[in-house]
């Protein structure tokens, strides 16, 4: 114990997984933390395995997918567990973001750490993106003709950025090269992001808790009690992530992604993964490709205005319930958002898409001020009557 307390390595260590200070009052819903950073050091352990036997070009990048699965010993697994892993990990930071909106961790003194961590949120979806296209099927490679393709909506510059991300006049080498590379290296971008939220959390109030009260006055180290309520929570997640990974691993997939690319045939359907189909989905609710480009975006850096609409002088939602009741309905809505996203563009599914869109905005910019509002002003009422 010296030892660790008084090695300036090892001191950093100490002071956030054994000495840290918690309130003693927090639940499982906020074990989302460790849970992700397991999958982030499986993804970039399996990450690294798989980089050593693929190839990122045209004509091998396939094949070379399908040497680590049949080839490679324990090839399958490597690669199983790196795709499943993946749908995991955003399951999980859907779920961290929806506890952070409940009990509201965006609240000062909490401010950096909630913009830090909608940074990590558009940096993993960007690295998703990337990793999704290097195994060059179908969905792979008219996903990324499809993505790219948005940035053409800028005015004037927008169709010379596209061809310098390809690096050609179609995704080739030079795109699978660049994928691959930037694929690579964001995760180590993701490990300093992550870092930067840990430290701005720690160093400021620490964790909130489910009463929204200050936790100063009542805290214990986070080891023994919460390292273990964390092995509980990361057993969980192994022995669900194993039975994907053992027994139902492509379920979470698109069987179009087992054909080889082939830019002369479109699919049917072009379709993201599950995790990005909400945001696809508002991108595809409006007509206009440039302002579905600006909405798809703005679903991403509109979180970043909850601390100025939410006007509750309470921290949390969990003795407010009106907040209650409209955060669940912006839940259920996120799920409608994502099952459309995987629809086919067509009737009732655009207009329900446009009507969810309004929804997951009003949320932020209207019914968070004005809920807040009347809950205020009728919290006012029953103070003034006592």
Known sequence: MRTLKHNSL????NSYLID??????????????????????????????LAMHYNPSVAEAFNS??????????????????????????????????R?????????PRFTTWVIGVIILIVMMGTGFLG?????????????????????AIPWIGQDIVEFIWGGFSVNNATLNRFFSLHFVLPFALVALVLMHLIALHDTAG???????????????????????????IFILIFVLSNFVFF?????????????????????????????????????????????????FSALLIMLILPVTNLSKLKNLQFRPFSKIIFFIFVVNFIILMIIGAKHV?????????????????????????????????????????
């Open 248 to 296: 139902a691993p492509n379920v979470l997939g698109d069987s179009d992604n087992y054909i080889m690319a082939n830019p002369m045939q479109t699919p049917a359907a072009i379709v993201p993964e599950w995790y990005l189909l909400p945001f696809y989905a508002i991108l595809r609710s409006i007509p206009n490709k440039l302002l579905g480009v600006i909405a798809m």
């Open 20 to 49: 840290a200070p918690q309130p003693t009052n927090i639940s499982y819903n906020w074990n989302f933390g460790s849970l992700l950073l397991l999958c982030l050091a499986i993804q970039i352990i399996t990450g690294i395995t």
């Open 100 to 108: 952070g909106i409940y009990y509201g961790s965006y609240k000062s």
């Open 346 to 386: 067509e009737s009732p599914y655009i207009e329900l898409g446009q009507l969810s869109t309004l929804l997951f905005f009003g949320y932020f910019v209207v019914l968070v001020p004005v809920v807040t509002s009347i809950e205020n002003f009728i919290s006012n009422i029953s103070m003034s009557s006592r």
């Open 10 to 13: 090892l001191k950093l260590v």
């Open 132 to 152: 999704y296209v290097l195994p060059y099927g179908q969905m792979s490679l008219w996903g990324a003709t499809v993505i790219t393709n948005l940035i053409s």
């Open 207 to 233: 964790s909130t808790n489910p009463l929204g009260i200050s936790g100063n006055y009542d805290r214990i180290p986070f080891a023994p009690y919460y390292l273990f309520k964390d092995l509980v929570t």
């Open 65 to 98: 997918i399908e040497h680590i699965m049949r080839d490679v010993n324990n090839g399958w697994l490597v690669r199983y567990l790196h795709s499943n892993t993946a749908s995991a990990f955003f399951f999980l930071v859907y779920l961290h973001i929806g």
